[in-house]
């Protein structure tokens, strides 16, 4: 599939004029043809393809919009609630408390693009799963993030390793644009899984749609099935 397969009316009719919040696709900078085609038969560990079906390889991580967060604001907390044993309210100290993690892996967002070997560190959120206690009910987890926004996976990916909460990108703190203090990371779904500045962390028995599932994206966000839209 070509990028420009995402037209821009496309987009329109999908998000019902929400456009610029996910990004124009075709305004990235691409990494080479050749490079692309290059990567096109490489494998990952778990045997699949490198790049998903319809993604083409960036040189830079792209900003994609949204209604910017608390940034580095003292004041600012995390909520872990719902289905947990012990609903918990972490500062950025408690949080720096537990064993970070660094992480490269590929994002891949739904307009097109995907980052190769983006380098994170952040806490994994099985090891919060760990600390609160999810209950036996629990099968999703929803995102809460600033300005309404939500988005959900279920417990059996937010259990999966390379599942961060990311505080850190390329080294340095996160840039507020992708979401300071803190961002969800699920890199092996669609990028809007992967919500900027939370707020809080929901342990539900039922999922919930989130920001662009209900709005026309897939819940299932699988790049590797092109799972894009429902
Ligand atoms: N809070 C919040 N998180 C969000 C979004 C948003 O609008 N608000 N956009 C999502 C989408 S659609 C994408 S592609 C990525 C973009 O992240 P980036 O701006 O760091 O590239 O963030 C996701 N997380
Ligand atoms: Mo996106």
């Known amino acids: 599939m070509e990028n420009n397969k995402l037209s821009r009316r496309e987009f329109m009719a999908l998000s019902g004029g929400a456009l610029v919040k996910i990004g124009l696709p ?8 050749a ?19 319809g993604q083409m ?20 907390r995390l909520q872990i609630k719902g289905e947990v044993k012990k609903p918990t309210t972490f500062s950025w100290n408690d949080l ?17 693009w995907t980052l190769l070997d983006s380098n994170w560190q952040g806490i994994q959120l099985r090891h919060i799963m760990d ?11 929803i995102f809460e993030a600033h300005a309404g926004y939500t988005t959900s996976i279920p417990i059996s990916e937010a259990r999966k390793d390379n ?14 644009p992708h979401g300071a203090p803190l961002r ?19 342990f539900s ?8 599932e209900s709005g026309g994206f897939s819940n299932s966000a699988d790049p590797w099935k092109e799972d894009r839209y429902k």
């Open 205 to 212: 028995a039922t999922d919930e749609l989130g920001y662009w």
């Open 57 to 76: 390889a960036v040189e830079s991580i792209q900003k994609m919009g949204g209604s910017t967060g608390p940034g580095l604001d003292p004041e600012w």
């Open 26 to 33: 075709g305004t990235f900078v691409k990494l080479s043809h």
């Open 96 to 112: 720096m408390q537990f064993p970070q993690t660094d992480l490269l892996c590929d994002v891949h967002c739904v307009t097109g």
């Open 163 to 176: 599942v961060i909460l990311a505080h850190t990108f390329s080294g340095e703190r996160l840039p507020e």
């Open 131 to 141: 600390v609160v206690g999810a209950t036996e009910k629990a099968m999703y987890i």
């Open 184 to 202: 969800g990371l699920v890199p092996d779904r669609y990028f809007y899984k992967s919500a900027k500045w939370i707020e809080g962390i929901k």
């Open 35 to 53: 490079k692309n085609a290059d990567l096109a038969s490489e494998l990952r560990p778990d045997g699949r393809l490198r790049i998903p079906p």
